[in-house]
């Protein structure tokens, strides 16, 4: 064989067809989409990229050609508004010269908000320590036979088929297995019909955070103390020698959404308080709180020790004793002693000087 048909055939080689790195396909925002939302798919190949071609269900479609943005690797196809008629499976391929590339792996679309939003929540709360195991549950008072789930940032889940505990109603669990850092995020669900590209509304959102990330906890202190009236004001002051962006407060056992404070700082310490105002027995209960950080929202300190309130029903004694006990001119005014100093509250400074009330059982 010649030197020349070697070199020929060397070349030719270089230039079989599907033998060009497959590109990637992906969807903004995301590839479930509200009805009537625009949305955009990327393509993205190679530099030497000379042409894009979209396909969708196997079939070409009317934008499907397009040539490559600046710098070349990749382009865009834009959806003005997604309705039925976008959804469906799409790959995606190039044009280098001499051949085409393989196709992208495949990207389904979705449209979603065509019924109503189902709910999501997790049985463990939304505060959550590595190595514990994560369910998330999606569950509907319409009948749907199937649920997605999906995290903030494109991650989208395998799909769960829809279980029906009771007539009209649907569940599906999502077992995401051991935490890590990874599962903090902000999840939503959607339900589905079988046969059917289309999904509901999203549900509202649900944060999951993972404590323990970062470095020692904070403090939780109450204020006048942990054993109030009904109808008294409490401040829950919680705070740190390190770096702290938010301070988060949970309540034990509680459904309600996580109170969010911006940290304030004054003599080295980072702080933040929540008042109670007036106090009822709901907000009874144990709290603990956490801090986290702007660049890692969803990553949290080490819970602090827990303070558990107690709210008496009798609200006539308590108050007076506070105002009595070692000559005090209001628990109001000592608070306002404390912030004009510009310092927080530091352990057992709190209690130092905070006169003993009755329990509830001898308030009269």
């Known amino acids: 064989m010649t030197p020349t048909l070697t070199a020929l055939l060397c070349l030719a080689s270089d230039f079989l067809p599907g033998t060009l790195p497959k590109p990637t396909l992906w969807a903004e925002p995301d590839s479930m989409i509200t009805w009537g939302s625009p949305a955009t798919i990327w393509c993205q190949g190679t530099l030497d990229a000379k042409e894009y071609r979209l396909e969708k269900d196997g079939r070409s479609v009317p934008w499907d050609t ?48 065509v019924s109503r939003k189902p709910s ?70 959607y339900g589905g019909h079988n046969l059917s590209s289309e999904w509901s509304a999203p549900s509202d959102p649900l944060d999951i955070l993972i404590s323990e ?26 705070q740190s020698g390190s770096v702290m962006d938010t301070f988060l407060l949970t309540k034990e056992g509680a459904a309600d959404p996580l109170q969010r404070h911006r940290s304030k700082y004054t003599s080295q310490r980072y702080w933040s308080e929540f008042s109670m105002s007036p106090v009822t027995s709901a907000h009874g209960g144990t709290y603990r709180c956490y801090g986290s950080l702007n660049t890692s929202p969803y990553l949290l300190s080490l819970p602090s020790d827990p303070v558990e309130l107690v709210v008496s029903a009798q609200r006539v004694s308590s108050g007076l004793c506070l105002r009595r006990a070692l000559g005090w001119d209001g628990v109001r005014g000592f608070w306002g002693r404390l912030s004009q100093r510009g310092s927080p509250l530091r352990g057992q400074e709190a209690n130092r000087g905070r006169p003993r009330c009755p329990t509830p059982s001898h308030i009269t």
């Open 66 to 113: 397009q040539k490559p943005l600046e710098p070349g690797n990749k382009a865009k196809y834009n959806i003005p508004s997604m309705t039925h008629h976008y959804t469906g499976k799409y790959r995606c391929y190039y044009y280098s010269p001499y051949r085409w590339s393989e196709s992208s792996d495949p990207l389904e679309l979705v449209v979603t908000g």
């Open 120 to 189: 999501l929540l997790t049985p463990q709360g939304p505060v959550l320590a590595p190595g514990q195991t994560l369910t998330l549950q999606c569950r509907s008072d319409v009948g749907y036979d199937r649920f997605a789930l999906s995290q903030e940032g494109g991650h989208v889940f395998p799909q769960c088929p829809g279980q029906h505990p009771q007539a009209g109603l649907s569940q599906a669990d999502f077992h995401l297995g051991l935490v890590s850092s990874s599962h903090g995020g902000r999840y939503r669900c």
């Open 213 to 238: 990330q970062l470095s020692d906890g904070p403090s939780l202190l109450a204020h006048p103390g942990s054993m109030v009236a009904s109808g008294e004001n409490v401040t829950l002051l919680c």
